[in-house]
């Protein structure tokens, strides 16, 4: 099994950029425990903070792998684009938020994605990756 995982602009700065919300583990940290975790799966990653970046890499691999876990940050709450692409690819599409984003500010609290992905986690920090990839295999 082929599977994405896909972050979007800020997320290279995790471990960085505010620990209270975020965490203080890198994600590079985390994906390589993500690889030992599914050994059985053969997990990529990329992250961008370019719109169009990302949806390169939805188009790129939207009909060949098994899934992608896709964590779009704040392109989840302005990106029609995005939301357009995940609707075009047949690939399942599993949305992904570290911080519980119906307990931020307003405009946090709308996704343009979830109605297009195959299901949707928040909240659960990075483990809510570990929980896409499950999902995405079931």
């Not at 290279?12 to 994906?31: H, T, V």
């Not at 779009?72 to 599993?94: K, L, Q």
Request: overall charge negative; some cysteine; aromatic content about 10%.
């Amino acid at each position: 099994m082929k599977i994405l995982i896909l972050n979007g602009p800020n997320l290279n700065l995790l471990g960085k950029r505010e620990p209270e919300i975020y965490g203080a583990q890198s994600f590079e940290e985390y994906f390589a425990e993500l690889k030992t975790r599914f050994q059985d799966r053969s997990l990529e990653y990329f992250q961008s903070n370019h719109e169009g970046a990302l949806i390169d890499k939805l188009h790129e691999v939207g009909f060949d792998y098994d899934g992608i876990v896709f964590n779009p940050g704040g392109y989840t709450h302005t990106s029609i684009a995005i939301r357009d692409a995940i609707s075009a690819i047949t690939t399942p599409v599993f949305e992904v938020h570290i911080s519980n984003i119906a307990e931020r500010e307003d405009f946090r609290q709308k996704s343009y994605v979830s109605d297009v992905c195959v299901g949707s986690i928040n909240g659960m920090g990075l483990e809510g990756y570990a929980i896409g990839i499950e999902q995405l295999s079931a």
